[in-house]
């Protein structure tokens, strides 16, 4: 929850909860006193540059409003020991737009990654991007993405099976797709976090060396022209 305090301050005492005040953000009030006039003129001046207004956007937005006000749900805690009582209002749990949940859950999601998905191995991060004249296609049709993300893992693993008599080991890897740039401009590309080696059916690691990165780059590049040719894109 984004207004609930640490569990212990720094006398020991268990700390206080406080509600955050959700209404009172700047994020808040902008979103609620123009999030119509937005919807409104979105095709004729964004659509050219972010997409067309997907439904998503909206279900994101109303959730968002609703994030944090106990008018829209709440949960009762009670306190066994004390008997102590308050109210925890209910939260969108969206990521991406409220900076309260998308923070809770990167928080939640790296430290499940470290502790049940990420093996004791070295890692490396891998960043996988197109380049501008083919970014439309992912722009109107957002299941490219996912077609994305399986050319980056066919890549790496390709090139970390290359010269091994075990054709079923495979590497370690974990794909985050991101949209945007640093100017919140329209830029989809890929962090992916690849362990630096493979893994056999009987779970055994084998340390690789971290494979040219012109040699990457080109066979991703083969493997993306081939899905969007594919896909009838190109």
């Given amino acids: 929850m984004g207004g609930m305090a640490d569990g212990v301050n720094a006398s020991g005492a268990a700390a206080a909860y406080r509600p955050r005040r959700a209404r009172e953000s700047p994020l808040y009030r902008l979103a609620e006193a123009h999030h119509e006039t937005f919807k409104q003129v979105y095709d004729e001046r964004f659509a050219g540059r972010y997409g067309f207004w997907r439904a ?130 329209w830029q989809p590309h890929l962090h992916a976090l690849v362990g630096a080696g493979v893994f056999d059916r009987q779970g055994e690691f084998t340390a690789l060396a971290l494979p040219p990165a012109g040699v990457a780059e080109e066979l991703f590049r083969r493997r993306v022209l081939r899905m969007l040719v594919r896909c009838g894109k190109l």
């Fill in 56 to 185: 998503e956007v909206e279900r994101t937005l109303f959730a968002f409003l609703d994030c944090g006000i106990e008018a829209h749900g709440f949960a009762r805690v009670r306190c066994d020991e004390c008997r102590r009582e308050f109210r925890v209002a209910l939260s969108c749990k969206r990521r991406g737009f409220c900076p309260s949940c998308h923070g809770k859950r990167a928080v939640l999601w790296a430290e499940w990654l470290a502790a049940e998905v990420l093996a004791p191995v070295k890692h490396h991060q891998w960043v996988f991007t197109v380049p501008k004249r083919l970014r439309l296609f992912f722009l109107y049709d957002r299941r490219l993405l996912g077609e994305l993300s399986r050319c980056a893992w066919k890549t790496v693993r390709d090139l970390y099976r290359a010269g091994l008599r075990d054709r079923h080991a495979v590497p370690g890897m974990v794909v985050s797709i991101q949209t945007y740039g640093d100017l919140v401009n």
